[in-house]
């Protein structure tokens, strides 16, 4: 199966960064994705990273290494809007028999709260 | 587009009602999820399905849940009957071309069993 590790709750102040951690454990490992939640809400899409390196898009950058199966989301110029729960995903083959079948789970989430 | 569209918001039933939640997945979109949000077990993976035929159902916890996807364009997932355990938000999901980097969610559906 898979595992992934985040931090539940991260405080941050307004216009500050903040970086959310996420560790993973799984074999046929593709590819790890971040999400965004606001409260009642649909999570929604943020990023992607196959390959190690750093994805920027706007104030959000999210970053991968596979050798440590380890990745972060940085969010940069923080706005209150940002509060949220931030969800990584790891998209993973789940056997050689799978048929090309990339299964999607989801961590646990970080609550992100940020304060004037 | 108009999005990922599931139906109903809320549900509200009583234990041993049969409940069937709805999702219009994104049109040309061939991959669908369902998901199970609690705030204990987080986002749970139920069933995906892939060009209308579900490939990994692995998640589903029991066989009081069924899903179906009878076409490209339509997907219910079935509780029949309901338990207050089932209580939970269920979110239906669908990307492109089966790559699943990006998922769309549908505005989820609250269900409440009492």
């Known amino acids: 199966g898979q595992s992934l590790e985040q931090p539940s709750e991260v405080t941050a102040v307004e216009g500050a960064i903040v970086q959310i951690n996420c560790t993973y454990q799984t074999s046929g490992f593709y590819g790890l994705s971040w999400y965004q939640q606001h409260d009642g809400g649909a999570p929604t899409f943020l990023s992607y990273?196959?390959?190690?390196g750093l994805e920027e898009t706007g104030r959000f950058s999210s970053f991968l290494s596979r050798s440590d199966s380890y990745g972060y989301l940085l969010l940069q110029e923080l706005q209150m809007k940002d509060s949220a729960s931030y969800f990584c995903a790891v998209r993973v083959r789940p056997n050689l028999n799978s048929g090309g079948y990339q299964k999607v789970t989801f961590g646990t989430g970080t609550k992100l709260q940020v304060i004037p | 587009d108009a999005g990922v569209i599931q139906s109903p918001r809320h549900e509200v039933t009583e234990m041993g009602q049969e409940v069937t939640l709805r999702c219009k997945p994104i049109s040309g979109h061939n991959s669908l999820f369902w998901y199970r949000q609690t705030m204990m077990r987080g986002l749970e993976l139920l069933i995906y399905f892939n060009n209308n035929v579900p490939i990994d159902d692995s998640g589903m916890p029991e066989d009081r849940f069924s899903a179906k996807m009878p076409n490209a364009s339509f997907s219910t997932l079935k509780i029949q009957p309901s338990e207050p355990r089932d209580s939970a938000v269920y979110f239906c999901a669908s990307s492109l071309n089966g790559n699943n980097e990006k998922l769309f969610f549908g505005s989820g559906t609250q269900l409440s069993v009492l």
């Open positions: 990273n196959a390959l190690d």
